[in-house]
């Protein structure tokens, strides 16, 4: 007899986790170099290591792997957004935010290809969740700065266009690493470039967002 419930899925083993795993990072790996129209199943497999019947055991098609990566990108790349306190120092909050996307930038630089990949394209894959969940966290946040500036916290400014200038200017480190790189050349292209770009977008941001007297 049947309860009308849903059938819970069954708990995959340590080893299936570890395929799905070992797949998804090759996966990254294609999908950011390539592109999503780029990338094939077969060229996944192979950087998987493992047969294309294998590997469809896990996943049956391009799209439901590339939609696991977009999300587990976009889960990423909000956590810094989430954690903005809105009974924290609004400068201190902002300060850290710009941090916490410099440091993604630097250490998840083929995530931030991938959503750039998309984006390009149009988003025709995840606009549901740009949408959605994107905007939702957005427009909270935006409130969150509004309520700063009505308190006289911070300077008064557009809080969407700053939280979009936030990201286009930390994310230009990650997409475009390559130029920076380049440009800055051997004595200030090293590791080091990370920290000199957080301490220049702390000043044009957090001097800028300073109350006026």
Do not use: C
């Amino acid at each position: 007899m049947t309860t009308g419930m849903d059938t819970p899925a069954p708990r995959r083993t340590r080893i299936q986790q570890e395929k799905r795993e070992l797949i998804l990072e090759a996966a990254l790996e294609v999908f950011s170099t390539n592109g999503f129209r780029g990338s094939t199943i077969d060229q996944i497999a192979e950087a998987a290591g493992m047969s294309k019947p294998n590997l469809l055991y896990y996943f049956r098609r391009k799209e439901d792997i590339h939609e696991t990566l977009m999300q587990r990108l976009l889960d990423t790349w909000l956590a810094p957004l989430r954690e903005l306190d809105d009974i924290g120092d609004p400068l201190t909050e902002l300060r850290s935010y710009i941090r916490r996307k410099l440091e993604m930038a630097r250490d998840f630089p083929r995530e931030s290809r991938l959503f750039a990949n998309e984006i390009l394209q149009g988003a025709p894959r995840i606009m549901p969740m740009l949408e959605g969940e994107l905007k939702t966290l957005v427009d909270e946040k935006a409130a969150v700065i509004k309520g700063w500036m009505r308190a006289g916290k911070i300077a008064h400014t557009d809080p969407w266009h700053l939280i979009f200038s936030i990201w286009a200017t930390t994310q230009h480190y990650a997409d475009f690493d390559v130029q920076v790189r380049a440009v800055l050349g051997p004595n200030r292209g090293g590791d080091g470039r990370f920290e000199d770009a957080a301490r220049f977008l702390e000043q044009l941001f957090i001097d800028g967002l300073k109350p006026k007297t």
